[in-house]
């Protein structure tokens, strides 16, 4: 017997015509829903997210195809991956039935369906179709019987989960009564290779005739489900089938954790920041649309944790809603302040989105606007911080003369002293000033003059790098502070910079770069591994156990993950890891400025965090960023643990091992 | 109506103040400086009294060395319409009478309705200026104003007096107010304000055309006070009031809450 199958058997092919009308009229309400959207995206400003076509392009077939992103959380990542790629294959399935019929067969009389690529395309297609069943099941257990913590179900849901459900069993459903008339009995040897439609062609009762009807009006049915689905595409939630793969094509292909530089000198510019639609980009208002309320962004979001208004996910579809009520809308407004100053911008929603949505850049250009365009402060702590910054470069209202006490009795020198020195050590407003990070730095100096690095610093020259001040908004502010830095480096001829905390780092080494100074930017984590594998250190291996933190400006912003690690194995330590570490950590509630403000809603996120270090049953837990340091510290006396929890600084454990 | 604010650049209190090389004032080096917190509260009143009225008109002056511009860009950047220098690189050495009349002397021909200032610097804190220009124009006098409202031209503005007791004192405009904590909140400068503000007139004129005053009292001598060991015993009240009183006397006198 051959192994093939007549296509349009039963239907006959009189139904072709009519079938690509409907189809044509389908794809025609899909275009125009989206066409109606492109107008709601053009009301954002212009953003270049197009250039470098091929890479991008690239990319997104990558990510869409191996279902990266979704895999990130392996449930129910796995499984939506298991949906897409049975939900890929039976679409592929069909068309190449269509490439046959309308093409191949017309063009050249070629029929590839047939021998054993029938057989293989019949196996895997029917298997794609168990797979997306199956799937599609444990997603209707999970969404409407487990109900995970915070996931919403909406109208839009429940109609994408019957259609979907109904066009995969009407498709086996036809595939059987197919079976049971054509291959059952007469060629048996073929059935084989469709087993799931094999199995409904022997439960389904009747005469062949029976059968062919249900088989007719099944199609027609399966067929108007199908297209339907291809017309609600953009009306619905499956709007994401098309919107986040073309979002991987736009997504930033900068450095992480890139923001955009104002350009301050601009007469034309009227408002700064985003207080209303039209003032985000597209793409922001394209992000929106994209969004699927999955909640993995809010599921990682430290303020949503400990109780504060703030939800990544529902920023972004406060944003969608707005963006769909009109250009002018509010978002400020429809977002909440309060929301917006809760944000420690430690990027855990960004990392962890399937869709490559951008929130954090979103909530600080809204900052931007509430900051730069009403002068509005985050409590009146913020008010007195960026007063600091303003007169004293420091948040902490400390004269800045004396920015180098904090070195009084160490060998290192200021540049204006001795601009000889190797490297320049920025040591940040913490590093010079908190009496805890003071100590970290002076340890740091003698790694550095056991490894013979002679190290320089700037001083009372040295100022706030302006990172706390530009992610709370003020980006006029940041960039005065940065300009004066960068001048400073210039006189110097700074090229290369160790940094004591992260935030200096990430805006030194990125940040400044649009405002002109392009040196090399490391974190003493990194300028530590350095010195080790150069052979320059030499430490003992003294035996600890410990638990690590990782920062949220080393991890997400500057992806140093295994430094750390690998710096604290040399120095003896055993690591038991916290659930969430990595690029999937647990912000110390310090980033974005929030350090410098009280934490008056819900619980603090630094007592969460150190729950969770105490969960390793650790002594210590090591850190090395001087806010999360601190946090840490706050988090251990809140919690009331001093006693079985220490918060200590790589560059300490290190500095104690010196060979 | 017409409208001056006098301001004072001063230095930020939580500096390490030294004398200068003649142990008459205090030396410059080193020193971050910012507007007198009082005189951000004549400003700010004196804006919100010039958004009230657009056809008023607003002027910020200050008597002192170059970086007193800043204090004056500021000024113009919370809403002032242009600004007055007077630059006198010694101005520390002229002693409120002096300073007043030179003030005197730029605002006679100004026609100003109403002159907001600072009820003190929190330099020199001699509290003089307002009074002794309001002696010199001729004008009413409210000082420590904690609120402040116009009718017409009557002004009625909130008093602080001893120990924490209020008073309401109506003037006749013209008027120099001098303004204290609590008046009200000063604007943050937005940026477009900044940007506004960069293009802003500032005047420059010259402190001897404006008055040749000579000081009536002089500055001998700077120093730091001499340090006595005496000790210091907190009573009464509860003890988060203790505890809060213990956290101010150690801001103030020590450094130990400073990092
Ligand atoms: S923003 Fe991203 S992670 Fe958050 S709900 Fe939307 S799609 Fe999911
Ligand atoms: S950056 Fe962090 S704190 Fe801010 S919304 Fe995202 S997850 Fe929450």
Redesign the interface.
């Known amino acids: 017997m051959e192994a093939t199958r007549e296509i349009y058997w039963n239907v006959g092919r009189g139904a072709i015509p009519p079938m690509y009308g409907f189809f044509a009229a389908a794809a025609g309400a899909m275009a125009y829903g989206f066409y109606k959207k492109l107008a709601v995206y053009r009301s954002g400003k212009a953003l270049d997210r197009v250039s470098g076509p091929a890479d991008r392009l690239a990319r997104a077939v990558y990510w869409a195809l191996a279902q990266l992103k979704v895999l990130r959380n392996p449930f129910p990542g796995l499984f939506h991956a298991g949906f897409f790629w049975g939900f890929l294959l039976l679409t592929a399935g069909t068309a190449l039935i269509m490439v046959q019929e309308d093409f191949t067969v017309r063009l050249f009389g070629l029929r590839f369906l047939q021998g054993d690529f029938y057989r293989g395309y019949s196996l895997v297609l029917d298997l794609a179709g168990l797979a997306a069943i199956l799937t599609l099941l444990v997603f209707f257990v999970r969404r409407f019987l487990y109900r995970p913590k915070g996931l919403e179900t909406t109208a839009d849901d429940c109609l994408a989960h019957a259609l979907l459900f109904f066009i995969l069993v009407t498709g086996f459903l036809i595939e059987g009564a197919r079976m049971a008339v054509t291959e059952l009995h007469a060629n048996p040897e073929l059935a084989r290779f469709s087993p799931v439609g094999l199995l409904v062609a022997g439960l389904l009762p009747g005469s062949p005739a029976a059968l062919e009807g249900l088989h007719k009006s099944l199609w027609w049915v399966h067929m108007f489900a199908a297209f339907g689905f291809i017309a609600f595409v953009p009306f619905g939630k499956l709007r994401h089938l098309f919107l986040i793969p073309v979002n991987y094509f736009f997504s930033d292909t900068g450095p992480l954790g890139g923001l955009k530089t104002l350009d301050l000198a601009d007469e034309n510019a009227q408002t700064f920041g985003a207080e209303k639609v039209n003032e985000l980009s597209w793409k922001d208002i394209y992000d929106s649309d994209a969004c699927v309320s999955c909640k993995r962004c809010q599921d990682e979001c430290p303020a949503y944790a400990t109780g504060k208004t703030l939800s990544p996910m529902k920023v972004i579809q406060d944003l969608r809603r707005s963006a769909l009520a009109g250009p002018g809308t509010d978002i400020v407004a429809a977002v909440t302040d309060k929301a917006l100053w809760a944000c420690t911008t430690c990027r855990a929603c960004q990392t962890t989105c399937p869709a490559a949505i951008e929130h954090v850049p979103k909530i600080v250009e809204m900052r931007r606007s509430m900051t730069l365009m009403k002068g509005e402060f985050a409590g009146e702590e913020g008010r007195a911080a960026i007063g600091s910054f303003e007169v004293n470069k420091n948040p902490f209202g400390l004269p800045n003369a004396g920015r180098a006490d904090w070195a009084a009795g160490l060998s290192v020198r200021t540049l204006a002293e001795d601009p000889s020195a190797d490297v320049l050590y920025f040591a940040g407003c913490y590093a010079s000033f908190d009496r805890r990070n003071k100590a970290v730095a002076a340890r740091f100096m003698e790694i550095c003059s056991k490894a013979g690095v002679k190290v320089g610093m700037l001083g009372k020259e040295e100022q706030c790098c302006g990172e706390p001040a530009r992610k709370l908004g003020n980006e006029y502010l940041y960039q005065e502070l940065a300009g004066e830095n960068i001048k400073t480096f210039g006189k110097y001829g700074v090229k290369k910079i160790v940094t004591a905390c992260p935030h200096c780092r990430h805006t030194l080494g990125v940040h400044y770069r649009d405002l002109g100074f392009g040196g090399e930017v490391v974190h003493h984590t990194v300028f530590i591994k350095e010195l080790i594998d150069s052979g320059r250190l030499k430490l003992k291996a003294l035996p600890f156990e410990f638990t690590y933190h990782d920062s949220c400006y080393l991890s997400r912003y500057s992806g140093v993950t295994e430094e750390p690690r690998a710096v604290l194995a040399a120095a003896g330590g055993s690591l038991a890891e916290m659930e969430r570490c990595g690029d999937n950590s647990f912000c110390c509630g310090g980033g974005g400025g929030r350090a410098l403000l009280e934490e008056k809603e819900g619980t603090k996120i630094s007592v969460e965090r150190v729950k969770m270090a105490r969960a390793t049953g650790r002594p210590v837990v090591v850190s090395n960023c001087p806010f999360c340091l601190t946090m840490l510290e706050d988090g251990i006396k809140a919690a009331d643990c001093e006693a079985a929890l220490k918060a200590r600084d790589l560059a300490e454990v290190v500095a104690e091992r010196l060979a | 109506m017409k409208i001056l604010v006098c301001i004072k650049q001063i230095p ?1 209190m ?3 103040f030294k004398p200068n090389a003649a142990g008459s004032w205090f030396s410059e080096a ?5 507007m007198n917190e009082y005189d951000e509260y004549a400003v700010e009143e004196a804006v919100k009294l010039r958004e009230k009225d657009p056809a008023s008109e607003l002027a910020v002056l200050s008597v002192g060395p170059a970086r007193v511009v800043e204090a004056l860009k500021k000024a113009l950047a919370m809403g002032c319409d242009r600004a007055v220098h007077v630059p006198d690189e010694e101005a520390y050495r002229k002693d409120p009478w002096q300073i007043a009349s030179i003030i005197a002397g730029y605002a006679k021909k100004g026609n100003f309705d109403i002159i907001f200032t600072g009820m003190q610097s929190q330099d020199r804190g001699s509290a003089q200026i307002g009074p002794l220009l309001a002696g010199m124009l001729g004008f009413s006098c409210v000082t420590t104003a904690i609120g402040f409202s116009l009718e017409g031209r009557t002004a009625t503005a909130k008093r602080e007096l001893e120990g924490g007791a209020k008073g309401v004192v109506k003037a006749a405009l013209p008027a120099v107010i001098t303004c204290q904590l609590g008046l009200n909140t000063p ?6 304000n ?2 506004k503000a960069k293009k802003k007139e500032i005047a420059v004129l010259n402190a001897a055309e404006l008055s040749s005053e000579a000081a009536l009292a002089g500055t001998e001598k700077f120093y730091a006070p001499v340090k006595k060991g005496t000790g210091l015993v907190l009573e009464g009240g509860d003890a988060a009031a203790l505890a809060g009183k213990l956290i101010d006397v150690l801001k103030e006198k020590t450094t130990v809450l ?2």
């Open positions: 930020d939580a500096s390490k080193d020193l971050a400086f910012r604007r943050y400068p937005t940026l477009p900044i940007m400073r990092g």
